[in-house]
Nanobody, 128 residues
Framework: QVQLVESGGGKVQAGDSLRLSCAAS?????????MGWFREVPGKERDLVAA????????YYVDSVKGRFTISRDNAEKSMYLQMNSLKPEDTATYYC????????????????????WGQGTQVTVSS
């Protein structure tokens, strides 16, 4: 139904910036739905980084990225973005985008189980 493809990961130095993108598509996919960015390191849980409501009226960030990361979306392009500035080594992880299909509410969602479609992930590595 829905395919999500992340891009924009890479290897950078501490203090650098990266912009992740997530493109949504599918044979029956239309409209906009709540979305989020999660990250995962080996041996740990996949954790929320940021979330955004359908119309981008509401956003949420975990404390560790507040002031450094910005989540945004372009519904016309069926895309979501994560601008990551002042990157730190502890930001190293595989980053996943997620979508809560077919939710037409106005909120954002913070739990992993709230989302029913996921991308394949993009690796971000930050060296000190």
């Amino acid at each position: 139904q829905v395919q999500l493809v992340e891009s924009g990961g890479g290897k950078v130095q501490a203090g650098d910036s990266l912009r992740l993108s997530c493109a949504a598509s599918g044979p029956t996919f239309s409209g906009s739905y709540p979305m989020g960015w999660f990250r995962e390191v080996p041996g740990k849980e996949r954790d929320l980084v940021a979330a955004i409501s359908r119309t981008a009226d509401y956003t949420y960030y975990v404390d560790s990225v507040k002031g450094r990361f910005t989540i945004s979306r372009d519904n016309a392009e069926k895309s979501m973005y994560l601008q990551m500035n002042s990157l730190k080594p502890e930001d190293t992880a595989t980053y996943y985008c997620a979508l809560k299909y077919y939710n037409l509410g106005g909120a954002y969602y913070t739990r992993k189980n709230d989302y029913n479609f996921w991308g394949q992930g993009t690796q971000v590595t930050v060296s000190s």
